[in-house]
């Protein structure tokens, strides 16, 4: 079974990119988004919520490489594609972005579920 576990470590290493790019360059990751900030503390709060939450996770995975921590992210991203599925329906706002997202998301958690 060593494919899968390939495949769980690519995720936790995917996820920590993911962070490393929301802390490095989060103005970009803000527009992928759609999001404005009207201050210097918005993009703080971008690198270190989102940012810092990506890199912990991923550092977590790659550190205790053990099922229960590999089930803990997908339930992250299970739960961060239903939330969305929601959101998407409540707001309104299914979009190529919001689409490519739960895609992703979708994705991630079935990859760490297998």
């Known amino acids: 079974m060593i494919l899968p576990s390939v495949v769980k470590i690519a995720v936790a ?16 990751s803000m527009g992928f988004f759609d999001l404005k900030t009207a201050s210097p ?18 550092i977590a995975v790659l550190v205790f490489p053990i099922p229960a921590v590999y089930k803990a992210l997908a339930i992250i991203y299970a739960v961060m594609a239903a939330i969305r599925v929601v959101s998407i329906a409540v707001d309104k706002s299914l979009d190529k972005q919001n689409g490519i997202c739960l895609a992703f998301d979708l994705v991630m958690a079935v990859l760490l579920f297998l």
């Open 41 to 58: 503390r918005g993009v703080t709060e971008m690198r270190a919520v989102p940012g810092g939450m990506l890199i912990g996770l991923g």
């Open 13 to 28: 290493i995917i996820t920590l990119v993911r962070g490393i790019y929301r802390l490095v360059e989060p103005k970009m």
